[in-house]
């Protein structure tokens, strides 16, 4: 089946500082890339939806200066967490949509902002 | 209105029973239905997707679909303990986008 990677799993950071998240397809093109935000007993909360080449679509209340998303190919969308504060810890997961419309989901990130 | 809603539950069954779980979508216009499976900690896993009305089978799970009544539901049939976990319905609805509910934590107990 098709396989959708993140880098890193877990990553702990200080407060103000960025963190780049990575999300790839390894044996498929993605059409679209999307990102998800996870809170402890929540469910996935859409934060936005990015095509290749295009600018990332925001869901409303999620900040675009904040959560910057760069979809570079069809196989990579990255989610920068600029100046990160305590209340972006979170699960981020990522799912990719391959030409049959199959979505598939990554393994998440852990982040935690101390 | 919650566009996705299911009982965030714990709901707790014996090994070997039937588990039974629901969900309910507003938006009348969706066309896709699908069940995940998410252990703690973990990302989900699709176990099911279902698009047409009626039962969908596929081993011990068993996916219902009432278009009519808007709502969707996930047997599970001999539970095990290793089915524990958090099931997400989810929905795509006109807008194309994905949509979770909070998911039913099910607790299996031998």
């Not at chain 1, 920068?80 to 699960?91: G, L, M, Q």
Request: aromatic share 10%; glycine share 8%; proline share 4%.
């Amino acid at each position: 089946g098709a396989v959708v990677s993140q880098h890193p799993s877990r990553v702990i950071c200080k407060s103000g500082t960025s963190v780049k998240i990575e999300c790839r397809s390894l044996d498929f093109q993605a059409t679209t890339m999307f990102w998800y935000r996870q809170f402890p007993k929540q469910s996935l909360m859409l934060m936005a939806t990015s095509n290749e080449g295009s600018k990332a679509t925001y869901e409303q209340g999620v900040e675009k200066d904040k959560f910057l998303i760069n979809h570079a190919s069809l196989t990579l969308s990255t989610l920068t967490v600029t100046s990160a504060h305590p209340e972006d810890s979170s699960f981020y997961i990522c799912s990719a949509r391959d030409f049959a419309g199959e979505q598939y989901f990554g393994p998440g990130t852990r982040l935690t902002v101390t | 209105q919650k566009e996705v809603e299911q009982n965030s539950g714990p709901l707790s069954v014996p090994e070997g029973a039937i588990a039974s779980l629901n969900c309910t979508y507003s938006d009348r216009g969706s066309q896709s239905f699908f069940w995940y499976r998410q252990y703690s900690g973990k990302s989900p896993e699709l176990i099911m997707f279902i698009y047409s009305n009626g039962d969908k089978e596929d081993g011990r799970f068993t996916a219902q679909l009432n278009k009519a009544s808007q709502y969707v539901s996930l047997l599970i049939r001999d539970s095990q303990p290793s089915d524990s976990a958090t099931y997400l319905c989810a929905v795509i609805p006109v807008s194309g986008k994905l949509t979770f509910g909070q998911g039913t934590i099910l607790t299996v107990h031998p």
